[in-house]
């Protein structure tokens, strides 16, 4: 059970046992009495302590005969289950290597089991000798093993056809006419899992006869289970590898499983499908077959995979421009409910999407957009709708001519409550004006439709000020005014809300007064009324805080503009007197109208700005004005009331450069830092051979690697990886000692992290003369790890070694640490337990965050949304920020989202945001804002960095990175001046994003 094959893996294990931690470990004088004289129930329970002593090391010699005697004639089934596990387990051999006498009796014993009428009995000793590796014992079994070949029951047969591969397998000349055996036996069976092991019998051992079957019965696979389908598919896609001249022949039997009743079959027919033929009726096929199973597919993770398949096919050109064709049949995915699914979908569609089919493909988006409008709102659907938003954004950026069928589709989601929503769609119509210009008018003028609708600040804020960049129209000018006044509601504001708030209405009718009145007091009478509702029984009625009608509705009938600066949000204020200002310029400039007109329009605006100045500063809004609004809108009204040649350059022309600026900066940022991976170009040398199929050899023929045997070594592990560093470097870099070298037991530790768990790979050295009894290695975790299972105690002979494996599965991003001891009893000795004490190992999570990218817009939503935030201080000897910024990327992994020219020159402090995401989907983010004196450059960088995640334990063990990082570099630094600076101990805090100060970012 302990034992390593050849390529350094454990063997297959077919049985688990568990162990009971606090089992007894009771004599072998106690288990002898038990195994002869006790009943039936004290000798499975007998039998049972022996496997486990047998396990944990025990060699037990002596209750051999014993349990010959004593358990071997009975017929109980349980029993007969429990000694079958013994037999594989207990050693048959004498130490010089030689089969014990004894095992004369078992084999005899097997036999009559054989035979046996009892098919569950047959078929379980069938599958024992499978296990089985001692010639002695199988060659007087062979006749009867294949006497099972034609039970009546199709488990013993199944069972039977592989007990006879496994013995072909490692002892050939125990049944050399096996592969013949099987064979006969294929043909005359009906039993489905009987011909599949049958057949992958003969795929292993005989491919020339299992090629001759299917090649007689190729018209009939479609009707074979979907088990022997599979075994099918893998021999076809290795007779095509290995000989392509037989593609012509199988070719059609793939394509029929492609219409198999199995999920998995087809699959996998698909998969190879596109191995064996470049063809583009072959690709179009498979990739057919792959969209029907995502979207007939109930499991997000299944759909997942296959969406990846379906992806990893672009990366050929040929079978690129076969799917091109289908994008509009990938775009049925949408209908899955899942948002990663639709992420990645309209992903791959966006990178399909043609000229030809860019068409179709937005004008199936827009049905989307409109559907996710009409529907129940909530937050997986206003994630969906902000995606289709961004997605028709990218198609008009890539393919100009359909921005103008977009633009009135998404203009209606201004007024949407979803606020990232709208953003996305204000920053789609912001280039779509800058880059088009004969997008302007369009833009403008569903811009001036929605206008009155939306009540979101940074929605209209954003609108006003593309209204002021590109309206350059009189008649555009006088309507931003009219509606501009419409949503500020009556002028002057202080006024009003001082006559609203003593009871007045301003200069409405008195007969309106009085209507409004009795209307204010009669919903008044009827909660007065419905106050208390008693139902039939006496009791009070209930009902939802939901449902019930708000007590008053005034705030409902205030204009948008006019509540936004209610509430305090005064930069709309300033952005309102900078747009105004911009058009007001043009008009004057351009010489547009007449003066007197112009002159109108200005004092309007003149008065507008001024209103909102004085209502800032009147105390009525919830907050006041700030000094920084109330000087911008005073710069406006000198820019409009002065007319300055330099100033309304800035404000016409040199604000204009700046956003074409700024979207250049992002187009190269996101060209830089794209997600998609490049595809692979073979480049064609101009001496490079070119091949004819005709005139190639068969050993050339084969081409790539077995795709079976590839996936087949990456699911358990062993799959060859290519180091970019040398082996023993980086083999030797994650083993830690666990315990010293003048230890009774030595311990080291192995640390392979895999993606969802890690594995320990642990070397016990027993340093002492002593046999070591019941050695046992006990773990345990901190944080966010999970012990899969305890590892086995063994037993260690003098100066003897031995590797111990255990795996721990890991659930989040967080700072583990595994602990333990090794606990071992000395044969003789009657003291207690010995006990070593192991070392922490420490699990850093720099395996599993890797570096991610977003937008701004994203991450000030995470910013403000995620709860926990760990602020560290920089302590470091680095005097360069750049050089510092550098650091904690490569010791964080984390990814810079500021532009690199953003930060360009020499300046006396850095301001920067870096984002990171964990393998578990877990965002992290950090701003860092640091400095140094200018006039000192030997001064080294200070600040602070403030890390933000949604969890606690992914900000304290990134702060934990960092601090760790930091005292790596150079924990005392020397000054130029040759005086020592010294580093104190950096602080992390968490705290509440409630109680954080966002405006820091």
Not at 97 to 119: A, F, T, W
Not at 941 to 968: E, P, Y
Request: proline share 4%; glycine share 6%.
């Amino acid at each position: 059970m302990k034992e390593r094959g050849v390529g350094g893996a454990e063997p297959p294990c077919y049985t688990l046992i568990n162990q009971p931690s606090d089992a007894e470990q009771p004599s072998e004088v106690q288990l002898r009495t038990d195994l002869e004289k006790g009943d039936l129930k004290t000798k499975t329970e007998a039998l049972k302590k022996v496997i486990f002593m047998i396990l944990s090391g025990e060699k037990l010699p002596g209750l051999l005969m014993t349990v010959i005697r004593f358990c071997l004639p009975l017929q109980d089934h349980t029993i007969k289950k429990l000694l079958l596990i013994y037999w594989e387990i207990v050693p048959k051999t004498s130490p010089d290597g030689k089969l014990l006498h004894e095992m004369i009796l078992v084999c005899d014993s097997y036999r009559k089991d054989l035979q046996h009428p009892n098919e569950f009995i047959r078929g379980s000793t069938l599958r024992f000798l499978c296990k089985l590796h001692e010639p002695e014992l199988l060659e007087p079994l062979m006749p009867s093993i294949i006497a099972c070949l034609e039970h009546r029951h199709a488990y013993v047969r199944r069972n039977a056809v592989l007990a006879i591969f496994t013995i072909y397998k490692s002892f050939e000349n125990l049944i050399p006419d096996a592969p013949e055996l099987v064979s006969h036996f294929l043909e005359g069976e009906q039993d489905m899992a009987c011909r599949r092991n049958a057949f992958l019998m003969l795929l292993q051992v005989d491919q020339p006869r299992a090629l001759s079957y299917i090649s007689s019965c190729l018209e009939q696979v479609g009707s074979f289970g979907d088990i022997l389908q599979l075994v099918i598919v893998e021999l076809i896609y290795k007779v095509c590898h290995h000989s392509p001249t037989e593609r012509s022949k199988f070719i059609r039997c793939i394509y029929n499983l492609l219409n198999s009743n199995s999920s998995a079959v087809r699959y996998e027919a698909a998969g190879t499908l596109v191995t064996l033929s470049n063809a583009p009726s072959a690709i179009k096929a498979a990739a057919t077959c792959y969209i029907e199973l995502i979207i007939k597919e109930s499991d997000n993770n299944v759909k997942l995979i296959v969406l990846e398949r379906l992806s990893q096919l672009r990366e050929v050109s040929v079978q690129e421009k076969v799917l091109e064709d289908l994008v509009m049949d990938i775009l049925r995915i949408l209908a899955a409910p899942d948002l990663e699914v639709r992420r990645k979908t309209l992903a791959l569609a966006l990178d399909l999407l043609t000229t030809r089919t860019v068409g179709e493909g937005v004008v199936f988006l827009r049905k989307e957009v409109g559907r996710t409008h009409n529907s129940i709102e909530h937050d997986e659907t206003g994630k969906y709708r902000q995606l289709l938003v961004k997605t028709l954004h990218q198609c008009s950026v890539k393919f100009p001519e359909v921005a103008s069928s977009i633009i009135p589709v998404l203009a209606e989601f201004l007024s949407d409550q979803n606020e990232l929503a709208a953003m996305d769609v204000l920053l789609f119509m912001r280039e779509g004006v800058q880059k088009f210009s004969n997008l302007v008018p369009t833009i403008v003028e569903k811009l001036l439709e929605v206008f009155p609708t939306i009540r979101s600040s940074k929605v209209l804020r954003s609108s006003i000020w593309i209204l002021g960049e590109f309206v350059t129209e009189k008649e555009d000018v006088e309507s931003v005014l009219s509606l501009v006044k419409q949503c500020l509601g009556e002028l002057p504001l202080v006024e009003s809300e001082l006559r609203k708030a003593a009871g007045g209405e301003g200069e409405a009718d008195p007969e309106t007064k009085v209507k409004t009145k009795e209307e204010a007091e009669k919903p008044h009478v009827e909660r007065s009324q419905g106050s208390r509702l008693v139902t039939s029984d006496g009791t009070y009625a209930t009902q939802s805080a939901f449902s019930m009608q708000p007590l008053s509705a005034k705030d409902e009938n205030v204009p948008s503009l006019r509540k936004i600066l209610k509430d305090g949000d005064f930069f709309i204020g300033a952005a309102l007197a900078s747009s105004f200002s911009k058009m007001l310029r043009r008009l004057s400039e351009k010489k547009l109208g007449k003066e007197s007109e112009r002159n109108k329009m200005e004092a309007e605006v003149l008065y507008i700005i001024a209103n909102i100045i004085r209502f800032g500063l009147s105390g009525i809004p919830v907050k006041s004005i700030t000094p920084d609004d109330v000087e911008r809108m005073k710069v406006c009204i000198r820019v409009v009331g002065e007319g300055n040649e330099k100033i309304s350059n800035i404000f016409t022309v040199r604000c204009r450069e700046a956003l074409g600026g700024m979207l250049e900066e992002a187009a190269e940022y996101a060209a830089t830092h794209s997600k998609m991976k490049k595809k692979k170009k073979t480049a064609v040398e101009p001496d490079d051979p070119i091949p004819f199929l005709q005139l190639l050899s068969k050993n050339d023929m084969v081409n790539g690697d077995d795709l079976f045997e590839l996936s087949l070594s990456q699911a358990i592990g062993f799959s060859p990886k290519i180091d970019l560093i040398d082996f023993s470097a980086s083999k030797l870099s994650k083993v830690t000692q666990l315990t010293g070298f003048s230890d009774p037991v030595y311990a080291e530790a192995y640390i392979n992290v895999n993606q969802f768990d890690i594995l320990l790979d642990v070397l016990i050295v027993n340093q002492t003369n002593d046999t070591l009894q019941n050695c046992t290695l006990e773990l345990a975790t901190l944080g966010d790890l999970k012990l899969v299972e305890r590892p086995p105690s063994l037993v260690l002979g003098p100066h003897d070694f031995t590797n111990i494996r255990a795996s721990i599965k890991v659930a989040s991003t967080e700072n583990g640490v595994i602990f333990g001891n090794i606990v071992y009893d000395v044969g003789g000795a009657g003291s207690d337990r010995n006990v070593v004490v192991m070392s922490d190992i420490h699990i850093d999570i720099m395996d599993y965050i890797l570096p991610a990218s977003c937008t701004d817009q994203e991450f000030r939503s995470m910013w403000a949304e995620f709860e926990w935030e760990n602020k560290v201080s920089v302590v470091t000897s680095i005097t360069d920020l750049n050089q510092y910024l550098q650091h904690l990327i490569k010791s964080t992994n984390m990814q810079c989202l500021t532009p690199e020219k953003a930060m360009v020159g020499e300046c006396g402090f850095m301001a920067a945001t870096l984002y990171a995401k964990s393998i578990f989907g877990e965002d992290a983010l950090a701003n860092l804002s640091i400095e140094k004196a200018i006039d000192n450059l030997s001064a080294p960088v200070t600040g602070h960095i403030r890390i933000r995640a949604k969890s606690q334990g992914m900000a304290l063990s990134l702060g934990d990175k960092i601090n760790t990082s930091q005292k790596r570099v150079l924990p005392i630094a020397e000054a130029s001046s040759g005086t020592v600076i010294s580093f104190g101990p950096v602080t992390s805090r968490i705290v509440d994003d409630d109680k954080a100060d966002e405006g820091e970012l």
